[in-house]
């Protein structure tokens, strides 16, 4: 499954209206299935650039192989999201 750019768009407002990260990783997961929607402490992604920043909230997406995750800036390859709180 590949992530569009309005999808992110979406996804973006959602984590910046949900009153926790936690909150909103719920909203996408129903929202975009089967996407996965994972919330991680930010210092675990401190070497990595956000697809989108909310304030004090990031959005990144990941990618797989099928067997290792890795960070993309490419939504089409996309198929989860990563949301963490400085």
């Avoid at 909203?27 to 996965?36: D, G, K, L, W, Y």
């Avoid at 650039?49 to 990618?63: E, H």
Wanted: aromatic share 6%; with cysteine.
């Amino acid at each position: 499954m590949a992530i569009t750019p309005d999808q992110l768009k979406e996804a973006g407002q959602i984590l910046g209206s949900a009153t926790t990260v936690r909150a909103a990783a719920a909203v996408i997961r129903e929202r975009f299935a089967p996407a996965h929607a994972l919330v991680l402490d930010a210092f675990d992604m401190r070497s990595e650039s956000p697809a989108l920043q909310v304030q004090n909230r990031a959005l990144y997406l990941m990618a797989t192989d099928g067997h290792c995750w890795s960070v993309t800036a490419l939504p089409e390859r996309a198929s989860a999201f990563v949301l963490t709180q400085d």
